[in-house]
């Protein structure tokens, strides 16, 4: 559909009211930390969303520590580890978790992204680590992708395996969410052309991840409006993330647009399973990343909540995230 198209929004989520107030506060606070200037109001976000330290002590059957590998850049790792009797008699699968936040805010001690990792690592029984990347405007493509991707690199060549508990880096999951399931896709390509020694990444969760391109899709014009995440919001978001002078067909974004690389050859690309919301602005971006992989020969399928918005992740208390849940139990027990 061409970028011209009126833009409207005609759907309603069914949603309790107190999640209904969370989503007007949050386009409160989005409106008033994104500046039109590509600046953030880091204050402000920090103040709603405090930092808290890692509680080595069992909170809710996990415990966590972090792990610091580049302190000029604030590249840490926040680990979580399963506490339970039945996790420690038996090796853990490990996910590496890329957080949402349109790639400008979010962080891995942040109060939100600590209680969403640590709900991840006791319901799917896996050592999680939470990966704390630098963010847009202050640092552009690619210092996120690269941020990520050191990550993996540096679990695969760390010698005190004892950090990780029972990890079984055999069995590596990339989990990303909105625009961590973008950088997600790009460290999961990067390491299927790189020779990990340790780390096998075996299988890539997609949670609505974040991608763009010039034309506007269907969705995203009849859901222009719908919160959390509105079009100009992303429009924003790409402009404080992407290199001066690019536009949203850079291959950062548009994955499967005029830039976009093909990866049919790349053979280690993990199975991959991506979950979409039926009122996401998103959706249609995720079929066609969804089509694209199917096209290249990839091991992919796609999982849509009718019902879901943007960010459907972070209200652990909606069905759509009991399902998901599930939904990646089984892609992990799947993939031995």
């Given at each position: 559909m061409s970028s011209s198209s009126v833009c409207s929004e005609i759907s309603t989520p069914q949603l309790p009211w107190k999640h209904r107030i969370t989503l007007r506060f949050a386009a409160l606070l989005f409106n008033t930390s994104l500046r039109s200037d590509l600046t953030v109001n880091r204050w402000l976000l920090n103040l709603i969303d405090p930092k808290i330290p890692p509680n080595p002590s069992s909170i809710h059957a996990v415990s966590s520590s972090d792990l610091n590998i580049d302190t000029s850049r604030h590249l840490f790792l926040r680990i979580f580890t399963p506490t339970d009797a039945d996790a420690d008699s038996l090796p853990l699968p490990l996910i590496f978790y890329f957080h949402g936040g349109g790639f400008a805010f979010g962080s891995a001690d942040a109060t939100s992204m600590d209680m969403a990792a640590r709900r991840f690592a006791k319901e799917l029984r896996a050592v999680v680590i939470s990966v704390n990347y630098r963010l847009a405007p202050e640092f552009r493509f690619p210092c996120q992708y690269d941020d990520g991707f050191d990550a993996l690199k540096f679990i695969d060549e760390m010698y005190d395996g004892?950090?990780?508990?029972?990890?079984?880096l055999s069995r590596c999951f990339i989990l990303g969410?909105?625009?961590?399931?973008?950088?997600?896709?790009?460290?999961?390509?990067?390491?299927?052309?790189?020779?990990?020694?340790?780390?096998?990444?075996?299988?890539?969760?997609?949670?609505?991840?974040?991608f763009g391109g010039e034309e506007r899709t269907e969705s995203e014009n009849r859901l222009c409006k719908q919160l959390p995440l509105t079009l100009s919001m992303t429009d924003w978001f790409w402009r404080a993330f992407l290199p001066g002078g690019e536009d949203r067909d850079h291959a950062a974004a548009n994955v499967n647009g005029?830039?976009?690389?093909?990866?049919?050859?790349?053979?280690?690309?993990?199975?991959?399973?991506?979950?979409?919301?039926?009122?996401?602005?998103l959706i249609d971006r995720q079929k066609c990343y969804y089509e694209g992989l199917k096209r290249?020969?990839?091991?992919?399928k796609l999982v849509v909540f009718s019902n879901a918005i943007h960010g459907f992740f972070g209200f652990a208390d909606l069905p759509e995230y009991s399902l998901m849940i599930k939904e990646v139990r089984d892609f992990i027990a799947k993939l031995k």
């Open positions: 004892g950090l990780l508990g029972r990890a079984d969410e909105s625009a961590g399931g973008n950088l997600g896709h790009h460290v999961a390509v990067r390491a299927s052309e790189y020779e990990l020694k340790r780390v096998k990444v075996v299988g890539f969760i997609a949670s609505q991840p974040f005029p830039n976009g690389r093909d990866i049919s050859g790349l053979r280690n690309f993990p199975a991959t399973v991506i979950f979409g919301g039926g009122l996401d602005l290249m020969g990839k091991d992919v």
